[in-house]
Structure formats: structure tokens, C-alpha cells
């Protein structure tokens, strides 16, 4: 049997805190890195995605809690004997080096001989896709190809763990999904770990193997981005995953199942909350299908009455609101554009089963808008 092998090292974080005065910016947090795993820290604005990155890279220590890096405890160790590779949005090159010198600016550092030093420098720069520019300087270059630049030297002397925040955010959203799609592709030839940095539930998707949820200075979900998105365990989670409508209303329990009420109609979904919490229902909008007033429903699907109120035309398929009696909206995409206008009154239809019973949570809409 062959055992995989991996070249990067794996990180175990546990009750780790960090507070700035009073203010607590990480809340005990607990995450395990796997050896060569892709894993992407998400999460909005301030949530603390960054205080975590810097808290592996070494430039922030923690108020308490252990934090392990291939198995060594790196508490209070230096960034700079971590020999972690790390790249920010902003290029961060060196403006008065040519591409080459800048990419062996940290082999220099370790006093790495000069023929090794080329060798290495050619090898990470053809990895980026940049050799043709070794002689030119930062300024005579895009930022893509900047940012390509800062990747060769955070990986010019093979680190077993390579840290990125937000490295693409500056650039063009085309740019930006062709390097998502060459970060992936390094990853998958070096065997490294990467830790990743986004606010972009998108890119986190193309490129992770999983994904740890950031939501004020706690993880509330990590998992594959499929887990994420179809099964989250919590409203913020399944809000920030990706577009949704949220259905709430008076609600009674029977026999394993939820029903809720929304406007006079009612909806039933399996499955109880735990304890008192209020319950919500979570649907994606390519599970809902949009059905004329008159159309019969597909069976054992729940059925509400609406308006539509905006018809977006997406040109792979077609995106609507809907009102629904309650007055809250519903979003619905569609693959094929179907015959529906503004203003026409339809029923949204959808199985039971695609709905994910959530508990309510005001903080997960306040956080988000
Ligand atoms: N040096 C500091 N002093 C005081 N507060 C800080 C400091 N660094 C970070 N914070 C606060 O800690 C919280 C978490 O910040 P962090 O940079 O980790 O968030 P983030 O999720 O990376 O957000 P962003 O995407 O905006 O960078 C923020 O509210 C921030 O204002």
C-alpha cells in the first residue's frame, strides 16, 4: 500500500486567545491544520481571520492557549526561525531589486551558496510562471504578476507552511480567478501546507480543502466547502456560504417535525431544535422551483404563494426575488430563463428535505450587512 506523503507541516492551535485592551479578538479558538492541507480561514471583516495568521507566522502572540507547528511549540519563537513563507495583499516586493534578487533576498538571508541560490531562484520562478522577467523590476510589472512574484520568494526556500492574507485582493476579479486557479495548482505540485486568508466565500470554495468560519473571534464551523455550504450547523454560516433566503415565522413542533407559518401557509420540514431556540429555514435558491399560481406542485413539496418582484437574466440561466405573504423575500435561480415577468404571482415550491432547520440568530444577520 502507498502512503501519501506530505511535505508541509501540521498545525494544532487549541484555546487560543488574543484581546487588544479589553476587546477580545480571538475567543479560545481551536483549530487543527492538517500536513499539505489547503485551509482557508473565512470570515467577514474583523472576525479575526488575520490575528489567527499572524499568530502561526509568529508576529503576534497569543494571551494563552498552545499552538504547535509540525508538532514543535513555536510559543514565543520568532517569526524569522519559524521558516514559515508568507505573502500579504500588498506586494510587499523590494522596489529597488529586479525580480531575481528579490526572489533570493531570503536564500541570501540564508547564506545559501551562489549556484544553489540560481537554481532555486529559476525552479520558483518557472513554478510562477514569471522566468521571463527575472530582470525586470516591481515597478515595470502588474500586480498579478507582482503578486506571482511575492508567491517564488514566500516559496524560494521550500518552507513546510505557506501563509497568505488576502493575496489577491487588490487585483481584477478575472485576474483574480486565474491565480485562484494557479495557487491551487502549486499547492497540488509542492505538497505544502497553505493557510489561506479571504473574506471571499468563492475563492475559498475553488480553492480549500476545507474551510474554518470566522465570525467575531470564534470558528463557528470548519469543514469542506460542501459541508458548508449544504450542511451548516449555524445561521451565520449558511448565510455567509452563499446566497439563501430565510424563512421565518410562528412555529409548532409534532412527531420529529417543524412546521412553520409564513403569511397563512404553512411549511413542514424533519427534524426539532434542541432546547428553546427559535427555528428558522435556510434555503438555497437552486433548490427552490418557480412554479406559475395555477401549476400543480411536484409531490411532498412545500408550496408558498409570492410575487415576483426583480427577474435577473444571468445568461446561464435566471435569478428572482420573491415576496412572499409575510412580505419577506425569497431568491430563486433557475437554469433555463422560464416565462415569468415582474409582477407575476407564482408559488415557490421546494423539498422538504432541502431546507436546513437553523436556530435563529440576530447576530448572523447583523454581522452580515
Ligand atoms: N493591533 C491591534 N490593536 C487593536 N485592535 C486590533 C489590533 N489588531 C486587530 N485588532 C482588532 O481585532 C479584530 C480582528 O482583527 P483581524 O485583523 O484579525 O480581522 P480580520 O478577520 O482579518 O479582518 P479583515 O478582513 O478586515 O482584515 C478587529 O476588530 C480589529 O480591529
Given at each position: 500500500?502507498?502512503?501519501?506523503?506530505?511535505?508541509?507541516?501540521?498545525?494544532?492551535?487549541s484555546q487560543t486567545s488574543k484581546r487588544y485592551a479589553d476587546f477580545v479578538?480571538?475567543?479560545a479558538i481551536d483549530l487543527d491544520i492538517k500536513a499539505g492541507e489547503f485551509m482557508t480561514l473565512l470570515g467577514p471583516s474583523g472576525s479575526g481571520k488575520t490575528t489567527t495568521l499572524n499568530l502561526i507566522a509568529g508576529f503576534t502572540e497569543p494571551d494563552g492557549g498552545r499552538l504547535t507547528i509540525g508538532g514543535q511549540n513555536v510559543l514565543g519563537l520568532p517569526a524569522h526561525k519559524r521558516g514559515i513563507g508568507v505573502v500579504f495583499q500588498h506586494y510587499a516586493l523590494f522596489p529597488h531589486m529586479t525580480v531575481a534578487r528579490n526572489v533570493a533576498y531570503p536564500l541570501k538571508l540564508r547564506s545559501m551558496r551562489k549556484s544553489e541560490r540560481e537554481s532555486r531562484v529559476a525552479r520558483a520562478l518557472a513554478m510562477v510562471k514569471m522566468t521571463d522577467f527575472a530582470?525586470?523590476?516591481?515597478?515595470?510589472?502588474?500586480?498579478g504578476q507582482q503578486q506571482r512574484v511575492a508567491l517564488a520568494r514566500a516559496l524560494v526556500f521550500d518552507p513546510p507552511l505557506l501563509l497568505m492574507d488576502e493575496p489577491l485582493g487588490a487585483l481584477d476579479k478575472k485576474l483574480r480567478e486565474w491565480l485562484q486557479l494557479e495557487i491551487k495548482r502549486i499547492h497540488r505540485e509542492l505538497g505544502t501546507t497553505f493557510v489561506y486568508v479571504t473574506h471571499d466565500q468563492e475563492e475559498a470554495l475553488v480553492l480549500s480543502d476545507r474551510i474554518a468560519v470566522f465570525n467575531q473571534g470564534r470558528i463557528e464551523q470548519i469543514g469542506t466547502g460542501r459541508e458548508l455550504y449544504e450542511t451548516p450547523k449555524t445561521l451565520f454560516v449558511g448565510r455567509f456560504m452563499g446566497e439563501s433566503s430565510v424563512l421565518r415565522g410562528a412555529f409548532s413542533v409534532a412527531n420529529g417535525k417543524t412546521t412553520l407559518s409564513i403569511g397563512e401557509q404553512q411549511v413542514t420540514v424533519p427534524?426539532?431544535?434542541?432546547?428553546?431556540?427559535?427555528?428558522?429555514?435556510?434555503?438555497?435558491?437552486?433548490?427552490?422551483?418557480?412554479?406559475?399560481?395555477?401549476?400543480?406542485?411536484?409531490?411532498?413539496?412545500?408550496?408558498?404563494?409570492?410575487?415576483?418582484?426583480?427577474c435577473i437574466y444571468l445568461g446561464s440561466g435566471a435569478k428572482y426575488e420573491v415576496r412572499?405573504?409575510?412580505?419577506?423575500?425569497?431568491?430563486?435561480?433557475?437554469?433555463?430563463?422560464?416565462?415569468?415577468?415582474?409582477?407575476?404571482?407564482?408559488?415557490?415550491?421546494?423539498?422538504?428535505?432541502?431546507?436546513?432547520?437553523?436556530?435563529?440568530?440576530?447576530?448572523?444577520e447583523m454581522t452580515l450587512t
Open positions: 500500500m502507498m502512503t501519501e506523503t506530505h511535505r508541509g507541516a501540521a498545525i494544532a492551535i479578538a480571538l475567543d530582470h525586470r523590476y516591481p515597478s515595470e510589472l502588474s500586480g427534524g426539532v431544535l434542541a432546547g428553546k431556540q427559535k427555528p428558522v429555514l435556510l434555503l438555497r435558491p437552486e433548490k427552490l422551483r418557480l412554479l406559475h399560481r395555477h401549476e400543480t406542485a411536484p409531490a411532498n413539496c412545500n408550496v408558498l404563494d409570492g410575487q415576483i418582484v426583480e412572499l405573504k409575510d412580505d419577506s423575500i425569497a431568491i430563486v435561480r433557475s437554469s433555463e430563463e422560464g416565462d415569468f415577468a415582474r409582477g407575476d404571482k407564482v408559488q415557490i415550491a421546494f423539498a422538504a428535505e432541502d431546507a436546513r432547520l437553523l436556530a435563529d440568530d440576530e447576530r448572523a
